[in-house]
């Protein structure tokens, strides 16, 4: 291959010097500028792709500080391009420059084509990892594109709901539509389908504030599954940190994607809803040594992006990359121009998608400093202080792959976290296999113990009792072991540590008194996660029973074991009632999303204490109750009367009280209401027990049957 060339025209463009920021490309009238940092490349040049798959490239004659650029006339918006960088090949020394390797611009706005797996993608000769590869790559990669930004964003505008009053839907945009009746068609499993009204309808109906997003930049399946027949659905294996997936595109990947992704924002945004990107920032889709060259690896490979074990053998192979992600590497987010391309790509989605907060997949994986976990670290701080990104939606999972990631509880402000202790807590609750009630009620009240020791407040927990990762809702009463076959890795992917009942059956069943349980029990998990105390994260479908048929890592499945069947047939409707009515209470009543910390001491002198817990016989807990593993019910009365925030104008809150029994028991409980100086008279507005529905009144010193299994919320008349 000579570079420089039309490779089947013969004739050459001239190429203007250019500048070296921005980088990627950027397009004007009179020319488009190209910008790639590579510092450590004999020569670099920007390939031109037309529709007929003819490649014209041209050499970057210039580089200031590492970065090579030239800005080429006569380049329209949607015109394909890509990278091919010349330098030595040295992989024992991390130096895997290959001119042979077409590489996707780290900036681009918007990519075209996919990977189509093929020896061609690997910078080395397959079965002789030491051994270049001469193979262009170029007709099995897929393209960066040339954007042009004139979208008209209107009135569009940050909406910024506190924390304590978001409700977080997290979603997949493919598998939210693919099979939604009232979308149309052409839309289904694209931004356009899930920015139509009968999604953004749907999730305003049910309450929701925000929706997070499964991984919506560029991605890539892994080889591996190609050779099964499978993909990578879920996302998790990024390639692309500014561009929109283009198959999630109804209208293109020539830079439609980009313009449909906005679109999708500005319909969630005028329904009040935020979006949240779940973002996987952590590691590439080039995965280890072994893996293909895309576009890091062949850019600058241990110069700049990925972290080196701390003993490299020196040779290659999959020890010379240091990987706490599990995927193969980890991204050196300590490193100046790593760092820079994380927090470019951050500010490009806030400013320029207008997105509303992340969730950092293995977040922990990016606070390293030589190789050691530091909630000081570069990029924490980095966040900390910038002026756009310090004050967006930031949720860190607070863990990675290895045995010292996990750090539940320990991120700074204004981090707020994934808190999978609340997950298992709750379930081992309602599975009736918890140690006592003190950890349980830990959780109900915002959990403490993790967050209120830096300042931070209740809402800094993102409770679940579901996320993407594991059983579904339904699946979670209706199996207890996984039932990964699907997957090709003989059922051993996923987790064991299910924590689930499948209260008699083994899936699913015709027994109508099964059914009905598990459709109960599902009810009081969605119940007790809408009306705990922190910010509830509902896994979509969940509130009405989609299942994945005891799939509980269902990331390869791109078909209906992932996609949510709409259909009212096989829904349970019932428990969609009770998460909407759980959730409408908590929109219109402060005292069941406060801002402070319970400290079981009345508000004002002479009132009732914010919080206090109940025993079945009317007094309140004591010593030995918190330890009493026989133990299944509590009741948690929550005092409006008043709230101990202020209102926005610093006025004194009042709301009315609660009351809020729960009882994991397989039998029913007898509960006594305390007589009291300042609860007299309520009624049910929430329960999951038929014998005590909504609109039955109750007052102090009432005796009530809690029916076994049941979640039964008092309001205060």
Known sequence: MTPGLWRNRGERAPVWPGASY???????EESTNFAVHAPRGSAAWVCIFDDEGGEMQHRLTEQTLGIWHGAVPGIAPGTRYGYRVAGPWDPATGMRFNVNKLLLDPFARAISGEVTPDPAIFGFVVGSPEERSDVDSAPYVP??????????????????????????????????????????????GTYAGLGSPAVVDYLRDLGVTAVELLP??????????????????????????????????????????????????????????????DVVYNHTAEAGADGPTLSFRGLDDRGLYYRVAPDLPGVLGPDTYWDVTGCGNTVDASNPFALRMILDSLRYWVTEMHVDGFRFDLMSALTRVHHQIDMGSHLLTAIGQDPVLRHVKLIAE???????????????????????????????????????????????????????????????????????????????????TKRNEANGEQNK???????????????????????????????????????????????????????????????????????????????????????????????????????????????????????AWLHPTGREMIGDDWHDTTLFTVGMFVSGSPLRSPGPRGEQQVDAS??????????????????????????????????????????????LSLGRHSVVVLRQV
Not at 658 to 680: C, H, T, Y
Request: proline share 6%.
């Open 658 to 703: 609660f009351m809020l029994w729960f009882n994991s028991g397989a039998k029913p409980q007898r509960i006594e209401l305390p007589e009291n100086d300042w609860v007299q008279s309520g009624e049910v507005v929430l329960s999951t027990d038929f014998k005590l529905p909504v609109g039955t009144p109750t007052k102090a010193g009432d005796r």
């Open 493 to 611: 992917d996923g987790t064991d540590n299910n924590r689930a009942w499948n209260h008699g059956v083994e899936g699913e069943t015709d027994d109508p008194e099964v059914n009905a349980l598990r459709r109960r029990q599902a009810a009081n998990l969605m119940a007790t996660l809408c009306l705990s105390n922190g910010v509830p994260m509902i896994t979509a479908g969940d509130e009405r029973g989609r299942t994945q048929g005891g799939n509980n890592n269902a990331y390869s499945q791109d078909n209906e074991t992932s996609w949510i069947d709409w259909s009212p047939d096989n829904a349970w409707l019932d428990v969609y009632e009770i998460t909407k009515t759980a959730l409408r209470l908590r929109r219109e009543h402060p005292a069941l999303r406060q801002r402070h910390w319970f400290e079981g001491r009345p508000t004002m002198r002479g009132g009732p204490k914010d919080l």
């Open 398 to 480: 607070p863990w990675d792959a290895s045995m010292d990631g996990y750090r539940v509880g320990e991120f700074p402000p204004p981090w707020v976290e994934w808190n999978d202790q609340y997950r298992d807590e709750i379930r081992d609750f309602w599975r009736g296999k918890s140690p006592g009630i003190r950890t349980v009620a830990t959780r109900l009240a915002g959990s403490s113990d993790l967050y209120a020791d830096d300042g931070r407040s209740p809402y800094a927990s993102i409770n679940f009792v579901t996320a993407h990762d594991g059983f579904t809702l339904r699946d979670l009463v209706s199996y207890e």
């Open 216 to 277: 919506i930049h560029q991605f890539a399946s892994e080889p591996v599954l190609a050779e099964r027949g499978l993909v990578n659905y879920w996302g998790y294996n990024s390639i692309g940190f500014f561009a929109p997936h283009n198959a999630y595109a109804s209208s293109g990947d020539r830079g439609e994607q980009v313009t449909e992704f906005k679109t999708m924002v500005k319909a969630f945004h005028r329904a009040g809803i935020e979006v949240i990107l």
């Open 143 to 188: 393209r960066s594109v040339v954007v042009r930004d004139d979208f008209d964003w209107g009135a569009d505008k940050p909406i910024r709901h506190r924390w304590r009053d978001s409700v977080i839907y997290e979603m997949h945009v493919k598998g939210m539509t693919q099979l939604h009746d009232r979308v149309p068609p052409e839309l289904r």
């Open 22 to 28: 921005p980088l990627g490309s950027t397009w004007s």
